[in-house]
């Protein structure tokens, strides 16, 4: 006989309240810290890792910016010598 499960769709089971999904596991928010010295830390934290982003972005846009001129150079040399 013919398994009648195979062609039904599975419910997908809801989650429990106050859980998150991060990554793949679940974490229960009850069990995150959230004392003043925890969030502050986290605060710091995440502002270290911003300039961190920042100072990366300024590198990469002056990357950028020496590229494109080292680019109009090349394209203006080979104009010249073509006209001439």
Same mark, same amino acid.
């Given at each position: 006989?013919?398994?009648? *499960? ?13 859980? *998150? *999904?991060?990554?793949?596991?679940? @974490?229960?928010?009850? +069990? @995150?810290? !959230? ?5 502050? &830390? ?11 982003? !920042?100072? !990366?972005? !300024? ?9 494109? +001129?080292?680019?109009?150079? &090349?394209? +203006?040399?080979? *104009?010249?010598?073509? +006209?001439?």
């Amino acid at each position: 006989m013919a398994d009648r *499960t195979a062609g039904k769709a599975k419910k997908r089971a809801k989650k429990a309240p106050g859980r *998150t *999904t991060r990554g793949g596991s679940e @974490v229960r928010l009850r +069990d @995150v810290p !959230q004392s003043p010295a925890h969030l502050a &830390a986290e605060c710091a934290r995440l502002r270290a890792q911003l300039e961190a982003a !920042q100072a !990366q972005i !300024q590198a990469m846009e002056a990357q950028r910016k020496e590229l494109l +001129d080292r680019i109009n150079w &090349a394209i +203006d040399s080979l *104009t010249s010598l073509h +006209d001439a």
